[in-house]
């Protein structure tokens, strides 16, 4: 994997790249990465001629294909996506969308499982140095699943003030509804309604 602990590339003209078939090697390789981001990682690789970090890097491969061949689960990643949007506009102005912020806790989810996935490694093994910077994002994730659902909606437990807004919200709705049927009582003699109950359009009640 790339990273900015890496020295500088190989000024390899992208001319012999492609004759060497390297973009058609990445494009395979990118196919079987899970994410988003992996996919993007693996497309910008280019070749090392540093021979200190080529050892580092055979040493990772060859310990990860020894954790699969042993028959070892990889790093439970689940689903995600880059999140640079949602980390400048919390920059500016702190706040996000409900949708942002699940995109946020999608990501601390996936590093809070690879890095309880690397903290079984051995300590001394090149995988377990290489993965020491994750951090455990579980209390990010716990904090983001108990304040939104499933279904991208805000729980009551998200705050104290949504709990007694909602509950307001739900008297007064209750309060209308009652109103209404009386209305709707007063006139049925009136021969001036054709069904005896209220429906909802465009947030409005409609008699």
Known sequence: MNDNAHPALTPIAAQTLTALGWPKMLDEIAKKARTQPGQ????ALAPLCDRHQLDIRRERVAQALDICGRG???????????????????????????????????????????????????????????????????????????????????????????????????ELEKSVQTQLGTIITGLEGD?????????MRNGRYVV
């Open 72 to 170: 070892f689960d990889l790093p439970p990643l689940s689903p995600f996506r880059p999140i640079d949007d949602e980390l400048r506009l919390l920059r500016r102005s702190g706040i996000l969308e409900i949708e942002q912020l699940r995109a946020v806790g999608d990501l601390a989810r996936a590093i809070a499982n690879a890095r309880r996935w690397a903290d079984g490694l051995d300590e001394e093994s090149p995988l377990a140095g290489f993965l020491e910077g994750l951090t455990n994002e579980r209390p990010l994730v716990r904090a983001i699943e108990a304040a939104v659902a499933p279904d991208g909606t805000l729980k009551d437990t998200a705050s104290v003030d949504l709990v007694s807004l909602r509950k307001r919200r739900r």
């Open 191 to 199: 021969d001036l309604l054709n069904d005896n109950f209220t429906t």
């Open 40 to 43: 993007e990682t693996v497309m």
